[in-house]
Each structure stands twice: as structure tokens, then as C-alpha cells.
């Protein structure tokens, strides 16, 4: 099941500067050979479910191993059956319709 | 790990009313031996990383097998390793400073 | 405009026990008249959509104001204009198809 | 206070294409002369708390009488007082650290 996630992680307990720990979950995105792309509040991620969904929970361990001791996710989720669209695809689709 | 997640599966394409597809959700969650509770906007989720993810994609599966063409899902997702907390302690702890 | 959301106030920068800032919260929401329900994950409101706006913002602000200096929020929001729907309909909705 | 937002709107009982309603939000937050960038999975949105949140309820609004009976959104948000943050700066403190 291909899936398109919206990922965004919050350690909690390691004052208000976060970015260390969101630089170590793009490494493990890229590692796994997912597709990402960086916005301001989180990270697009294109793949199978399996494999974007281990690299989400391997987020959590390294930053856990990093020393937060606490970390709150949100994460949107999309799949659908009716035709393959990339994330591409998506905002091409908006773009499209803007100009 | 332990996790506590707060999960929202809206699917897309079957008009206005979900209720029968977050039911099925709920069904999933209790097979899997899964503590819950049910909210107004999503169901609370408690046990291992393994087996909650597991329910919630077997839950993406269902909805598309009930003729759903697609499915966008918020997840909340919250891990500790400083101290076991359960859904019924994070109320509590409110709870208590609130009287 | 009527409103049913699920909110989800995270201070960062001020350690991991963050139950004092909920309950800054919860006040501010029944102080504003706006029926809620505590979850282990967040809270449901009902109510005016600007007045359930006013108390995020509130939130907001009574959270800095206590020395959190950085704040992320999560909420999820529905609106319909098909008929009418409170919080107490949406879980009714889902348990009684579970029975 | 300033905020910068992340706001994924979904439109339901209009079928599973959903870009047209997109469009409109992404017009409506270009009118009230917000900064903006669209991703995958939703879109970021910068500026003052109550122009932000007007151009969301705007997009509530328009999308109903664009025909769409029920309407789930998604936002994340975020306020610090510690220091002014641009949209910009976040996404450039995580790709300084990447390189």
C-alpha cells in the first residue's frame, strides 16, 4: 500500500530549539531511500507503508537515543485505491488549476 | 516502545456519513487486544508501537476493502522513556489539578 | 457558524510535564461557555466557531504569559451545513452501530 | 502574535478530487496577503494570528458554498515569544544543519 504522510516531530523536555532532532530524522528518511520534501512545519514522505512507517518509529528512537525524553507526533496519512498520485502530483494538481 | 495515540480516519469518496467505517476501526482496535477510547473527533489508542501501528493500517486496509477509494488520516503519537504513563494517568493528571 | 474541535496545546520549553498549561486551558474554555470533553490526547469543543477561536487564542496568549516561550498546537476542526451535529451525536453515532 | 500555520482542508461528500477546493483557500490566503507555500500534503501559512485565522474561517465559508456539505481540517500552529521566526528560517535552520 503506497502511502503520502505528513510528518512532523515534537521532542519535548530539550528546551525550544528542535532542529538537531528534525536534521536526524531527515538522515533516517533519506537512509531508508524515501522520497521527502522539507516544508516549515514537517516533512512530505512518499512509499510503501511499511517502509515510511519504520522510518517514523526509528525517528522516535533516535531522538529518544539523542536524550528527549519525551516526543508528541502528528502525522497525516493519505492511500488510495483508485489511481497512483505522488506527491508531485498533488501540488501540480493545485498548480494546475491556480495559472 | 509504549505509545498512546490519538487516531481520526476520515475516508474520501462515500459521501458524508463515516460513522460505519470508524466503527470498523473500532472493531480492528479491540481484536488487536488494544486499550481505547472513543472521542468526538478520533479514538484514543494505548499499547506497543508494533501492534498499534499494525491496527491502524490494518484499519486503512478495511476502509479501502468497504469501498472506500481513499482515506486521509490524522494521527497524534506520543512516547516517553522517562516514566510509564497510561491514557487513564495523562486525564488524571488534569483532572486532579482541575478540583 | 457551528464547530466541533479536537485541540492539542504542546509547551515546549518548559520540561515534560506539561498538565498545568492544560488546565490554564480547560479553564479558559469553560469560562468561555464552550462545552468541552478532556481526552487523553487533547480536548473536544463545541460551539461558535469565533468563540471557540477566541479560547485557542487565549490559550495562546495564557500559555506564554505562564513562561512557555515557544507553543505548538495540533487541532482538527469540522464544520457541516448538511444538518446539525453535536459532539454527544458523533460518539452516539458510532456506539450504537457498535452495539 | 505572530503565527505560522500548517492547514490541510478536506472537503467531504464531493468525491475523492479535491483540488478545486484547494485552489480556493490558496486564492483566499493570497487575498488577504498572507505569505504562503503550498506542499503535498497542505499548506503553510505565516502572519498575524487573527488575519491568519480570518482567511481559515474564510475558507470554511467558501467551501460550503462551493457545495461541499461537511468540511475536516487539520492545522498545526505555532507561536514563540522568545525570538521573531520566519517560515524561511525554520526551513533554513534544519537545511544549514543538513550540509
Redesign the interface.
Known amino acids: 500500500?503506497h502511502v503520502?504522510?505528513?510528518l512532523?516531530v515534537?521532542p519535548?523536555?530539550v528546551?525550544?530549539s528542535?532542529?538537531?532532532y528534525?536534521?536526524a530524522c531527515?538522515?533516517i528518511i533519506r537512509e531508508a531511500g524515501l522520497k521527502s520534501?522539507?516544508?516549515?512545519?514537517?516533512t512530505?514522505i512518499?512509499g510503501e507503508?511499511?517502509v515510511v512507517?519504520a522510518a517514523v518509529?526509528k525517528c522516535?528512537?533516535t531522538i529518544?537515543a539523542m536524550g528527549a525524553?519525551?516526543?508528541?507526533?502528528?502525522?497525516?496519512?493519505?492511500?488510495?485505491?483508485?489511481r497512483h498520485q505522488t506527491?508531485?502530483d498533488?501540488?501540480k494538481?493545485?498548480?494546475d488549476?491556480?495559472s
Not at 520534501?37 to 514537517?42: F, S, V
Open positions: 500500500m503520502i504522510i505528513d512532523c515534537v519535548l523536555g528546551g525550544v528542535v532542529s538537531q528534525v536534521v531527515e538522515q520534501a522539507l516544508h516549515a512545519y514537517g512530505n512518499e507503508w511499511d512507517m518509529k522516535h528512537e529518544h525524553p519525551r516526543i508528541t507526533t502528528t502525522i497525516k496519512l493519505g492511500t488510495r485505491i483508485d506527491m508531485a498533488k501540488v494538481s493545485v498548480e488549476k491556480m
